[in-house]
């Protein structure tokens, strides 16, 4: 399985960015998808997660009513949309697949897949 994420960029405080990010490959009829992002000198941390089968979604505390993921099944894709961007929300944004299991997950070691990483950066 491979991952390809694209949309990271520079916005102003305030804008918004939407990150995508498309698998290929042969997945499970049920996985999860996620965004984690490491700020320079920071760990990696969680940002979202969304089970393909259910639907269900998860935010970290710092992001929810601020960013919304979506997925599209049928494109094996997943999608960051992220409204009112804040300078700290600057970091490296990876999306991570699950292969097993739908539960969701905040967790970076129980994702088996990453992506490449796409940079997003928020001036003040």
């Known amino acids: 399985v491979q991952l390809q994420a694209s949309g990271g960029g520079l916005v102003q405080a305030g804008g918004s960015l939407r990150l995508s990010c498309v698998a290929s490959g042969r997945t499970s009829a049920s996985y999860v998808m996620g965004w984690f992002r490491q700020a320079p000198g920071k760990l990696r941390e969680f940002v979202a997660a969304?089970?393909?089968?259910?639907?269900?979604?998860d935010y970290a505390d710092s992001v929810k009513g601020r960013f919304t993921i979506s997925r599209d099944s049928a494109k094996k894709m997943v999608a960051l949309q992220m409204n009112s961007l804040k300078p700290e929300d600057t970091a490296i944004y990876y999306c991570a697949l699950k292969l097993t299991g739908h539960t969701l997950s905040g967790f970076s070691t129980d994702y088996n897949y990453w992506g490449q990483g796409t940079l997003v950066t928020v001036s003040s």
């Open positions: 969304v089970s393909f089968r259910s639907g269900n979604t």
